[in-house]
């Protein structure tokens, strides 16, 4: 398959639900984590991360509903697998089972289940479930982003490709900028280069809200058009990404790199993403 070509039309019914059904289990097992009244064990990663009990159900959940469909799996809170290993793959799954741990131990509900199709180190699939919230975000590339309200974890999730998109809204919800802009900046990772970006905006925009938000759903936000720009200047991961630009990209939306503004590549030798800045679909300035 070259890169710019997509799914067929056998390969999206089946694997759209699929990733749908998954984030919808894992979203179950988080959120009974979650709601314990006795807590939960928090460890640290190697780099000095968090990592909770819901990270791994949340992990084992996906990778054993999605090994029916014999498509290789990349996962924040998998092994971790050298690129000799991966290098050669045209499709694989790219995950984050609960992204925003922080925000998970904090308790401020900003979590949500990451869930993209790479195919040729590009996302054409883009699944972002926030669990607390009963929302899902769902994209397959060249056919639109959309969002389901009052859709409620399920550990038996089992949904056709025809129930996924029933009663769902096409997004962008808004298509002019919002007056006052609004900036969405991250609640757990502010630091000076974000501060100078943000400034740096606000010179052209002084009356600009300042928006802190957690987790992917600011890819969400920015693909409804609630959000208008967001910049990250502190690390990165693929699975972070990947199911958020997809979602932001069909609906006219941008993900770039800085201070290059070049475009993001999947399943680089580091995983590592660059620094980067999204606008929303409305905002171009």
Known sequence: MEDGKYLNAAQRE????????????????????????????????????????????????????????????????????????????????????????????????????????VVNNRPVVGIIFVPYFNKIYVCEKGHGSFVKNNVAPDPSAEFTYQEVFAGAAELPLRKEPNSPLRIAVSRSHKNAQTQEYVDRLRAQFPDAVVVEQGSSYKFCLLAEGDIDYYVRTSPTYEWDTAAGEIILSDTGGTTKSLPDLSKFSYNKESLLNPFFECRSGAFHT
Not at 82 to 96: H, S, T
């Open 14 to 117: 089946y694997l759209v639900p699929k990733a749908y059904n998954a984030a919808l289990r894992a979203g179950a097992a988080i959120l009974e984590i979650y709601r314990r009244k006795d807590g939960y064990d928090i460890d640290l990663k190697r780099d000095q991360t968090p990592i909770t009990e819901a990270d791994k159900r949340a992990h084992a959940v996906i990778k054993e509903y999605l090994g029916s469909t014999h498509v290789p799996l990349l996962s924040e809170e998998g092994r971790e697998m050298r690129f000799d290993e991966r290098r050669d793959w045209d499709m694989f799954w790219l995950v984050d089972p609960l992204d925003g741990t922080k925000e998970f131990i904090k308790g401020n509900n900003e979590f949500t289940v990451n869930i993209a199709l």
